[in-house]
């Protein structure tokens, strides 16, 4: 089955602690510090595929965790950096924060790859902490906490040529036609629910790809029916053939609904070059109305064939003219770009101090992350921990907020009591 939406958890690993450590040699009686950093983790990165077509994978396994850093150890040996995690996503899948809808990557080719979320850093071990003042630190780090996200993944087809239509117009039969693809054709409306990509070799053996994109209805660019899910797939294609169902009543009428919605939802594919296409011309009704369309569609400013994908006709010649078209059309637009930032741990230092319970809430990205990073359970850890929050104003604020010896103050996942 074709899935072209996908929703998944990703988290890029903690960084390891640091160790404190002291040198225990029987000839060394009073052996420096030797503990080691820890090691960072891993990060999340995301890499086209072009042998993958589809989400489903996403729909079986929607969480996806890069591994941890190890922890430093005595004798001034670092930790292991945690591997990192490689997802593959196929070619034209676009990347977004589930809970914003900012862009975060758009895979547009095989040798891409984007890292998303930074891993986070190792903690440094007491070696790293001795000055000339204090020789024998008893100070270390624990680990940064990863980053964790929700995430959207949407896979927009990578086209040169997108046939779009009515329900029932033929585009099915004739991707069929024109390529290898065996798409589900039937005489009825909707037959096509996922879009069909197709490959056409040229005698000179030069290839284009081909995506038959589901019917469309009017309301579509509003979201009626599958409207939007479809209407993504024709973003990327460099060309449009707009087949027009010769057995209809009013295909002019078609052809204009088709149009405006193609310019509601993408102002950009109104101006797609695009060749119309009059289908069906083995039956009466659409050998009588191929004067009156091509007169108007001329009209218009379109280049204008009629063909019937059951027979044949005039398809060779159709293909030559989109091969024309696709010469003079400029490349696919993709927002893609290398600049694209990488989420990592924010070093804000700004917080915020609330009521929570019987104690007190201290938000803010940087005391949280030091939070996390520290050892409570040693005294100097905890009296450097005490000379950050002063040193940001946080204890200044929380006395101008009420606390008393005792409260307990929240601080990310640690719960700490206030004194003295």
């Known amino acids: 089955m074709f899935f072209d939406q996908a929703k998944i958890y990703i988290r890029s690993g903690n960084g390891g602690d640091g160790m404190i450590s002291f040198r225990r040699e029987k ?23 072009r042998h993958q077509n589809s989400l489903m994978q996403f729909n079986r396994q929607a969480h996806f965790k890069a591994e941890h850093g190890v922890h430093g150890s005595k004798s001034n040996r670092h930790g292991k950096r945690g591997e990192n995690l490689r997802i593959e996503v196929p070619i034209g899948t676009v ?4 809970e914003t809808g900012n862009l975060l990557a758009d895979i547009t080719s095989e040798d891409q790859e984007i890292l998303v979320l930074q891993g986070g850093k190792g ?4 070696a790293r902490f001795t000055s000339s003042v204090n020789q024998a630190p008893r100070i270390a780090e624990r680990g940064e906490p990863g980053e964790e996200l929700w995430v959207t993944l949407e896979l927009k087809l990578i086209a040169d040529v997108g046939i779009v239509g009515v329900p029932n117009a033929g ?29 056409v070799e040229m005698d000179d053996f030069e290839t284009f790809v081909v995506a038959d994109i589901p019917g469309l209805i009017e309301g579509a660019a509003s979201g ?19 087949l027009l169902d010769g057995a209809t009543k009013e295909p002019l009428e078609d052809w204009a609904m088709i149009n405006q919605e193609l310019a509601m939802y993408d ?24 004067p009156l369309l091509e007169e108007e569609i001329k009209k218009a400013g379109y280049p204008f064939i009629s063909i019937s994908a059951a027979t044949g006709q005039n398809v060779r010649q159709m293909l030559y003219r989109v091969r024309r078209m696709l010469d003079e059309a400029p490349p696919a637009q993709t927002r893609h770009t290398d600049e694209i930032a990488i989420i990592r741990a924010e070093n804000e230092e700004g917080f ?11 938000r803010g990205k940087q005391i949280e992350r030091v939070a996390a990073m520290t050892y409570f359970e040693f005294d100097t850890t905890l009296v450097r921990f005490q000379k950050i929050l002063e040193s940001m104003g946080i204890s200044k604020a929380l006395a101008a907020a009420g606390v008393a010896v005792g409260d307990p103050v929240y601080i990310g996942e640690e719960e700490l009591e206030w004194g003295e």
């Open 95 to 98: 990347i977004r924060n589930a």
């Open 27 to 49: 000839h060394v009686p009073f052996g420096g510090p030797d503990g080691g950093d820890g090691g960072d983790g891993g990060c999340i990165i995301f890499a086209g595929n």
């Open 224 to 242: 009626v029916g599958l409207g939007h899910d479809f209407l993504r797939h024709v973003e990327r294609t460099r060309v449009l053939i707009h």
């Open 123 to 126: 903690g440094r071990g007491n």
């Open 267 to 290: 102002i950009a594919l109104e101006k797609r070059p695009q060749l119309v296409v009059l289908n069906k011309m083995d039956l009466p009704d659409a050998v009588a109305w191929e």
């Open 352 to 362: 915020t101090i609330e009521r929570e319970g019987d104690g007190w809430r201290v």
């Open 171 to 199: 585009k099915s039969t004739l991707l069929s036609v024109i390529s290898g693809a065996t798409p589900k054709v039937a005489n009825y409306p909707f037959t096509t629910l996922q879009p069909n990509l197709g490959v």
